[in-house]
DNA sequence: CTTATGATGAATGGATACCATATACCAAAG
DNA sequence: CTTTGGTATATGGTATCCATTCATCATAAG
């Protein structure tokens, strides 16, 4: 049962840093999740003390939310320091979404040779499970299921650095493909398959070579998505501000 | 003299944004420092008010600094919230600069289609100055005009989010390729112009092709230093922790 | 002697109050 | 109409304080 001295203070498995909910992480998804959804549109100026009361916090959450996400590059902070919405380019949203791809593909990658054959076994049921969850039509579950298919390949990559890129690069860009398209969903478990096939043979270009096509499939519909919704919401507001 | 009411609130030039220096920043930039250079080796655990004595801030810049620097995963935290220098892992490290040349390359081509005669003009002077600084062996402002150069490029493709993700994966990577590798200023000059060229016409692919390979160029020499004062550093204080 | 249990200490996230500073805004003066 | 100057506002930072939570260690039980 480990030795228990101070082998390693704290880091000793990276696969259930369980992130426990801190306030500033739960005010930076709620205002990213606007922003992502155009009802918060660029150009909107973030004001800590207005989401403090709004969200029933003190300052400090929303500070450190708002940090975050200028650091992400979802805000922006003038030579004041008030932060506002980005502004969102489509084209450079595509371009994170190709980032997206090769990243997660570089960590497939690394993975090949040093994912543990527990791991991918584990990977494996996450992939079953998520199967069940399609076929009963528990399209919800069977999002979150992919998700940890995913994060589980990710770890096993074992390099914190890429981990965290990803985690950014994740956050950047809109989520919901498998509401969206309708066929995605078997796709997704399909490719999950040939990425664990890759993986058992420790084929790291082919892994990588998969996981990247996966992961690029859906974005071109979530854009479109983004894009409908922003100019949605940006023409009843005002043409053009 | 612009319209001067608010079209643009804040944004109207994303090329001047001065970044008054914050302390967190500064904090920031010191641990990054330490870690980027082997005197902070990982496990290393970093306790807000230690560093906040340190340095002679209180608590508050600190904690905004090991925040920022956690997203840029160069520390992680435990499950208690406590953070530590992460594990070092060089063959992502390697991917990591392949994702910054990618990303780079990305901008270039973005920039293609987006720059203006002005930027281009504004560019080429950075460039020229760094050739004269070359010639007269002022290396550090050489890297200085350098890093200039490349952010005016990177500026002109207009996509915030690619901004952003390049700010950290600057941040994640080692520095000094002017100092270390005799050659490469002069090549750096070259390869400018290059890139000029290639803006000029308009070539995006052209652009982005020798972008990625100009930033990549340098990767190998940084990384065998990075190796070469982690061990070093590794050795003496204790033989494996 | 080893394992389980409990208690203590340390460090964090967060709340609150306060201040100096720098910007944005607005109104009056040229 | 433009410029100038003053005021209000929001921010980063400091200083405390607190509840929670984890790590460590000592003790007790097997």
């Known amino acids: 049962m480990k030795k228990a001295t101070e082998d390693y203070p704290a880091s000793e498995d990276l696969s259930l840093r369980v992130q426990r909910n801190r306030l500033s992480s739960q005010v930076a998804a709620i205002i990213r999740e606007q922003i992502l959804t155009g009802q918060l549109l660029p150009g909107q100026r973030i004001v800590q003390a207005e989401w403090a ?3 029933g916090v003190s300052r400090m959450p929303v500070r450190d939310a708002i940090n975050g996400l200028c650091l992400e590059g979802m805000l922006v902070q003038n030579s004041a320091g008030s932060a506002e919405v980005a502004p969102i380019d489509l084209e450079g949203l595509e371009d994170v979404f190709e980032l997206n791809a090769i990243t997660t593909a570089l960590c497939a990658r690394r993975a090949a040779s040093r994912i543990t054959p527990e791991e991918i076994a584990a990977a494996e049921d996450l992939n079953e499970e998520m199967g069940r969850a399609i076929g009963e039509g528990r399209l919800q579950d069977a999002s979150e299921l992919n998700w940890r298919f995913h994060r589980a390949v990710n770890i096993a990559a074992r390099a914190p650095q890429l981990l965290a890129l990803l985690r950014i690069l994740a956050r950047s860009t809109p989520h919901g493909s498998f509401e969206i398209i309708p066929e ?14 890759a993986l058992r043979v420790r084929d790291g270009e082919r892994a990588a070579s998969i996981t990247r096509q996966h992961v690029l499939a859906t974005a071109q519909p979530l854009l479109q998505r983004l894009a409908k919704r922003l100019s949605a919401s940006r023409q009843p507001s005002s043409p053009l501000r």
């Open 53 to 55: 009361d709004r969200l």
């Open 184 to 197: 995605w969903p078997a796709q997704a478990y399909d490719d999950h398959k040939l990425i664990l096939d």
